[in-house]
């Protein structure tokens, strides 16, 4: 296995990961901060952003830095470079829209910013959905030939 190999393994282990996780904070955590008590949602905001934040840093990272690798080597031609381009997506929606909403959601509940995190993040499911899909391929279809 040489290094493009390897770099698009890992590549796709992160993408897939992300795409786990992405799923299940669009379906099962962002809509249930409007059930939490209004006295212990800081509290439990505050514990969801520190810890999902060193789950998603690394993968993300790792993602952007093997997405921008592979389409500076050349490896999987426009495809590797739309993955660049959904990487860099995800980044600006959680810089622009995400990370807004849980520095406002920090200072209290509201029910408008919490239904504005889950609808902006709809975004993010669809990028990195359309990212994974592009990943997969990517890393299969050497093996189709």
Known sequence: ???IEI???VQLAATMAMLGVIWVVQLCVYPRFADLDSEKFVQAHLFYCAGIGLVVAPL??????T???LAWTGNGGWMQWAVLAL??????????I?????CRLM???????CRSLTSGNWIRTCLW???ALLVFILAVAPFCY
């Open 60 to 65: 993300m990272l790792t993602e952007l830095l």
């Open 87 to 96: 990487s860099l997506g995800t980044f600006l929606s959680t810089a622009f």
């Open 67 to 69: 997405a921008i690798f």
């Open 107 to 113: 200072q209290g509940f509201d029910d408008a910013r």
């Open 129 to 131: 959905s359309v990212k």
């Open 7 to 9: 770099v698009a393994v």
């Open 98 to 102: 995400q990370a807004p909403c849980h």
């Open 1 to 3: 296995m040489n290094w």
